[in-house]
């Protein structure tokens, strides 16, 4: 990769003002950085130097089309997604906790029965994200 040709000059007003507006207007470092022909790293410091916060991409569940469930379906769901893990198929029971995420729930099993209490726990975490990225409590 070739380097950028002001990489180790200092910032001028103009370059700071510019970055300020690109910054305003959604566009990330990298992008900036191409632009003012700095590196990203640079861009980085700068926007921290000047108190600039950096946008990140969301990765919350929120970015998932959901579909509305009601409480009862979704414990069912969650049961029976369980329950087809090997060495789970005894767990008798979960609880759905209603919470400030995204989603509105998380998911935790009560009873375990048989079942290997880490390989459920385990199993439990992946249902959880994968029902969080399908639905959204509705009750």
């Known amino acids: 990769m070739k380097r950028p040709l002001i990489a180790s000059l200092p910032w ?24 003012l022909g700095r590196t990203e790293q640079a861009t980085r410091h700068r926007f921290y130097k000047l108190g600039i916060p950096l946008k990140r991409r969301s990765r919350h569940m929120a970015q998932f089309k959901t579909a509305g469930i009601s409480y009862a379906d979704l414990r069912k769901e969650c049961l029976e997604a369980v329950r087809s ?53 509705i009750e």
Request: hydrophobic share 35%; with cysteine; net charge negative.
């Open 85 to 137: 893990w090997p060495r789970c198929e005894t767990v008798a029971g979960i609880q759905i906790i209603r919470d400030n995420t995204p989603a509105g729930f998380s998911v935790q099993v009560t009873l375990y029965g048989k079942a290997d209490v880490q390989t459920a726990d385990r199993a439990m975490i992946y249902v959880e994200r994968e029902k969080r990225r399908q639905y959204h409590l």
């Open 12 to 35: 001028t007003p103009e370059e700071e003002a510019q970055l300020r507006a690109m910054a305003q207007e959604g566009d990330g470092p990298a992008a900036i950085a191409k632009q």
